[in-house]
């Protein structure tokens, strides 16, 4: 076991203002306007000149509303682009609106939440509830679209002449000159659909594009989405007023998806040509994306069981398809966004072939390994092909700290160049020429800053300082901040685990709350800056002790397979693992054990594994029969259940649930599109069933995240642990 404070580091980053003490920090104001961290912008892009950085910025007077900002790279002089306010109407959301806002994981946002930029840098499309507008660089804006129908999945063309959108199914393209939308793809049907991205897709694929254009405008790439195949289920969305029933087709683990083609048109709508997938109609169409030339579009395919990815080359004339290269994994294929065709023909492309995701040049069928190292490539940033040189995110100095590097990729040999500073968590955004980055940086004592820089990682200027001075919003409490220790422990196969702590000032003994989440894709410990809700924690007197156990991400496969057909088994035993390494501190008191999702599901099976080894235990919007999930999640890590259910079996919870002995809360949201509330109301019986007391509190007309009930969701979650491990208030 190992312990880093990186108090070295940290100095650099501490505010330089004089601190007076803290004012105390309440649950009320973790969660109030404006944001204790500070502006957190949105939707960071580059303008095509890249003159102007552009932003969705949320207000002071109301954290969750979002307008778009631009921001002069030359002066570093903002202003306001777009009002949301002056355009929204007020309505309720459609039921399209707001699916596609929960599949985002933005179901509280509101105003702006998404924009593209013109071509000519003149222009921005912006999608405002439904309707489109067009903006002007000088404030000014004009509707495209005024029906009463939503639309959706709205994008600019590529040379800037037409915006795409659908509406109630149907793709539809509109000169910007002027004119009436033509609709170019749809069909009559309720369960089809084109132009957008199936639920799969969104939920679990991280696709949200159903159309692509191709470089001249001359062609759209479109997905024809049918649900027939795919199961309906009748979902209760239980609300305050009374009970609303939705039928939604929903592939649950073995069961169909939907039947998902793709098709070739023009943009008048003629010339539609279906393109060959395979022989197989049961894949997921996983990425698309057209050459620097328009002549070939590509299409990565990926398998049922997600074992096999090919990336397919298609003529785009005649739909015809050729595999260009294939991917395999004895696990499963972690699906990327780092796929970059070059004007040379060649392609920059992301593998776990070696068992680290690394990027490699596809060229004349063969593969270029251009990064190498026991540490994970995390996406590709930016290319400028002149000078051969990419950018990219990535691990190669610490699992706890995310940088941008740069890579001479023509260059045998060439090494990644790290551009951000240490002891930091660093995104990046790039213009499409590999000129300018936008840098988003965080520290453990340091809120997100946004900076623009050069291929070279100097800073040019900043799109939102985010300072931490006596004007910021966590100023009044500064000179409370508790900073995280980090620390590994070691699996038993001999990996190395992170592990993050927050205590009090003092010897203790503390009451601790083992925060849990451990599930697939997860990167929980890291450098960044601690939640508030952590913080207001520690101020009550509590220690929040987080682990990434084996089967969470960017640590290599060997870190991540453990789970494959087996999740709830060694991510439980790496938990009672820091477990035990908690309890043997002498600033450990009682230890209770919280988690959502995944992480509610982890809370469940941990209270199984070991009876009496909590002091009590929270699980929120846990799943609780994997055969109640989708299938592209469920079926990577636990295969289909109609080939083999033992997996499920034992990935269950239901089955020991008469297990638990330690107090537990159980929390949901009744309207759970993601986990479903059948999830808990199982759990419920099988609790009952076995004479197991249980506490529970369940939110009527709430989501998977229970927007705007966060302080409810506390409170209950402080006044159970007050009963049942410490009483120290809220």
């Not at 009463?148 to 199914?169: C, I, N, Y």
């Not at 509109?174 to 939308?181: D, E, I, K, T, V």
């Not at 900043?462 to 901040?481: K, S």
Request: charged residues 20%.
């Amino acid at each position: 076991m190992k312990i880093a404070t990186l108090a070295g580091l940290l100095l650099a980053t501490a505010p330089a203002f004089a601190q007076t003490a803290a004012q105390p920090l309440t649950l009320e104001r973790v969660y109030a306007s404006p944001a204790l961290t500070g502006s957190r912008p949105r939707v960071l892009k580059l303008s095509p000149d890249g003159r102007l950085a552009t932003l969705l910025k949320s207000r002071a007077s109301d954290k969750d509303r979002f307008d778009l900002w631009a921001v002069d790279t030359a002066t570093g002089a903002s202003r306001m682009l777009v009002d949301s306010e002056k355009l929204s109407s007020g309505a309720a959301l459609s039921e399209a609106e707001r699916m596609n806002r929960e599949r985002k994981r933005i179901a509280g946002v509101k105003g702006i939440t998404d924009y593209a930029w013109a071509p000519d840098a003149k222009r921005l499309l912006v999608p405002v509830e439904g309707d489109l507008w067009v903006a002007g660089l000088d404030g000014s804006v004009s509707r495209l679209t005024q029906t009463p129908e939503t639309e959706t999945d709205a994008q600019l063309s590529p040379k800037g002449g037409f915006a795409s959108f659908v509406r109630d199914g149907h793709l539809f393209v509109q000169a910007l000159s002027g004119g009436a939308a033509r609709e170019v793809a749809g069909e009559n049907t309720p369960k089809v659909s084109w132009g957008v991205a199936e639920f799969i897709a969104q939920e679990e694929l991280d696709r949200f594009e159903g159309h692509w254009w191709a470089p001249g405008d001359n062609r759209i790439a479109v997905a024809r989405v049918d649900e027939s195949p795919v199961k309906q289920v009748t979902r209760a969305a239980i609300g305050a007023d009374g009970t609303r029933l939705f039928t939604q087709a929903y592939p649950a683990a073995g069961t169909a998806n939907a039947d998902v083609s793709l098709w070739l048109v023009n943009p008048d709508g003629s010339g539609k040509t279906k393109v060959d997938l395979g022989p197989s109609a049961d894949i997921y169409v996983a990425r698309v994306a057209w050459a620097v030339d328009g002549r070939t579009l590509y299409v990565q395919r990926l398998t049922r069981a997600q074992k096999q990815l090919d990336i397919l080359a298609v003529d785009p004339a005649t739909g015809a398809s050729r595999v260009l290269a294939s991917e395999t994994a004895r696990s499963w294929i972690n699906l990327h966004d780092s796929f970059r065709p070059l004007q040379d023909g060649s392609i920059l492309w992301a593998s776990e072939r070696g068992g680290y995701r690394h990027l490699y040049r596809l060229a004349g069928g063969s593969a270029t390994q251009l990064t190498s190292g026991r540490w994970v490539v995390d996406e590709l940033t930016g290319v400028d092909e002149k000078r051969g040189r990419l950018w990219f995110t990535g691990f190669a100095d610490s699992t706890l700290e995310k940088h941008v590097y740069a890579l001479d990729f023509r260059k045998a040999g060439a090494k990644p160049m790290r551009l951000t500073a240490r002891a930091g968590w660093h995104e990046a955004v790039m213009d499409d020429a590999g000129q300018r980055l936008i840098v988003t940086s965080a520290t453990p004592s340091q809120p997100a800053q946004i900076w623009l820089g050069d291929g070279q990682g100097k800073r040019l200027a900043w799109v939102e300082e985010n300072r931490l001075d006596a004007a910021h919003p966590y100023a009044p409490y500064l000179a409370a901040h508790a900073v995280p220790q980090f620390g590994t422990l070691t699996a038993a196969d001999g990996q190395s685990m992170d592990w993050r702590l927050l205590k009090p000032a003092g010897p203790g003994p503390f009451p601790v709350l083992l925060q849990v989440y451990g599930g697939p894709h997860a990167h929980d410990v890291s450098a960044k800056f601690t939640a508030p809700i952590e913080q207001y924690l520690v101020s009550k007197g509590w220690a929040v002790f987080q682990l990434d156990n084996r089967g969470t991400y960017n640590r290599g496969m060997a870190f991540e397979a453990p789970i494959d057909r087996a999740m709830g088994g060694v991510e439980v035993q790496d938990q009672l693992q820091a477990l035990a390494w908690i309890k043997a501190q002498p600033w450990s008191g009682k230890v209770a054990v919280n988690g959502w999702s995944y992480g509610g599901y982890m809370v469940l099976k941990l209270l199984e594994a070991a009876p009496g080894a909590f002091a009590a235990g929270i699980a929120g919007a846990p799943v609780t029969r994997w055969e109640l999930y989708d299938t592209a999640y469920t079926e990577r890590y636990l295969g289909n259940p109609a080939v083999d259910a033992g997996p499920y079996q034992r990935s269950g919870v239901l089955g020991d649930a008469g297990k638990i002995k330690d107090p537990l809360l159980l929390i949901h949201g009744m309207a759970d599109d993601n986990v479903v509330f059948e999830n808990s109301t199982a759990l419920m019986t099988a609790l009952q069933r076995t004479k197991t007391p249980f506490d529970l509190m369940v939110y009527p007309g709430a989501t998977h995240g229970t927007p705007g009930l966060e302080v409810h969701t506390w409170i209950t979650r402080l006044k159970f642990l007050g009963r049942t491990v410490a009483p120290t208030g809220y």
